[in-house]
């Protein structure tokens, strides 16, 4: 296999805590984001040849950024240098992205500013045998949302394999459609595509049965995931491959399994639960990563679901954006949850 391009928005992630502390101490923690940034460093992390294109400002700010990620083995040679500034978010230490309390300050990036023809899409699939991005791509804006189609239009003509992580972010959505009026054009170039069950009703209008998962049981939301997976082949035929991730938060703690359909069958993670973590961004990018990971080295199905799995769990206990967790790490946690 060539190497995997990974493409999204280089972010950020400013961390105030919730009682005000850094105002006193006159420190404001961050770390280096953006979801398909931390797929390719978990990429580089694990031995898989990785390839990040962002747009970022040319100046002393991004060459910092852009060193941080060649540090990482990230390879950053299709970057493109363009706008006066970085994207940030803001979300209190521990708390989820999904959480309503995440603030974005996103808008006039250099990213956020991508127009079709910036990108030079030949030169930057050269060496590429799969590209990944997220829905929270076309998220930003219509012009990036065009990009989109834009890049899968030539990364389709060259066979390459594509997958897409169905991440919602209710607070991107603000320019006038919905993710179902710009998703599914976009998930129909896709290979693999991950995301959950309510994801895929949002984004890509699969039915969704509530009254099946009501209880949330492991049972019924297995047999769901299936429906979903059969549901989104069949809408999209160039899929093959539909994987879900089920996290849930309790008083007593967090709940986590997975779920991947491919070949006509659906293979289920092991599950984990466990009562404190550290940080629950990441998370679902480590799975991502995981799952091309195990695609990469020809895994089964069910060994590239258990890995992907301990990789997204593991990075629950790991205070930045992305994981530290070695290939070793991940696999002695799937032996030692396995017995």
């Not at 209190?92 to 999904?98: A, E, Q, V």
Request: with cysteine; aromatic share 12%.
């Amino acid at each position: 296999m060539g190497k995997v391009l990974s493409f999204g928005e280089l972010l950020l992630r400013i961390c105030p805590d919730e009682g005000g502390q850094w105002l006193r101490e006159n420190s404001l923690p961050f770390y280096v984001g953006g979801a398909e940034a931390n797929v390719a460093t978990a990429l580089a992390l694990w031995g898989i040849p990785s390839s990040y294109l962002t747009a970022l400002p040319d100046n002393f700010l991004a060459e910092q950024l852009v060193g941080y990620l060649k540090g990482k083995q990230v390879q950053t040679d299709s970057i493109v240098y363009q706008g006066d500034r970085v994207g940030l978010y803001y979300l209190p230490k521990g708390k989820d992205l999904k959480n309503t309390g995440v603030i974005y300050d996103r808008a006039g990036s250099a990213y956020a500013d991508l127009t079709p023809g910036t990108i030079d899409w030949e030169k930057a699939f050269e060496g590429v045998s799969w590209f990944h991005f997220s829905a929270i791509c076309p998220a930003i804006n219509q012009a990036v949302a065009d990009v989109c189609e834009e890049a899968l239009r030539v990364a389709a003509q060259k066979n390459i394999t594509i997958s897409l992580d169905l991440n919602y972010r209710a607070k991107l959505w603000k320019y006038g459609k919905e993710p179902v009026e710009i998703m599914p054009a976009l998930a129909q170039y896709c290979n693999l595509i991950m995301g959950n069950i309510w994801a895929a009703n949002k984004m890509l209008g699969i039915l969704l049965d509530e009254d099946m998962i009501a209880e949330l049981d492991r049972e019924s939301l297995q047999q769901h995931a299936q429906q979903t997976s059969e549901a989104i082949l069949q809408k999209f035929p160039k899929c093959s491959t539909v994987a879900n991730t089920f996290r849930f938060d309790y008083q007593q703690g967090i709940r986590y399994f997975t779920t991947l359909y491919t070949a006509g069958s659906l293979h289920t993670s092991h599950e984990y639960q466990v009562e404190k973590i550290l940080d629950k961004v990441g998370s679902g990018d480590c799975f991502m990563a995981g799952l091309i990971y195990g695609f990469h080295h020809q895994l089964s199905p069910a060994e590239t679901v258990e890995f992907a799995t301990a990789a997204a769990f593991r990075k629950l206990f790991i205070p930045s954006d992305a994981t530290t967790s070695t290939v070793a790490e991940i696999n002695d946690t799937v032996t030692s949850y396995a017995n």
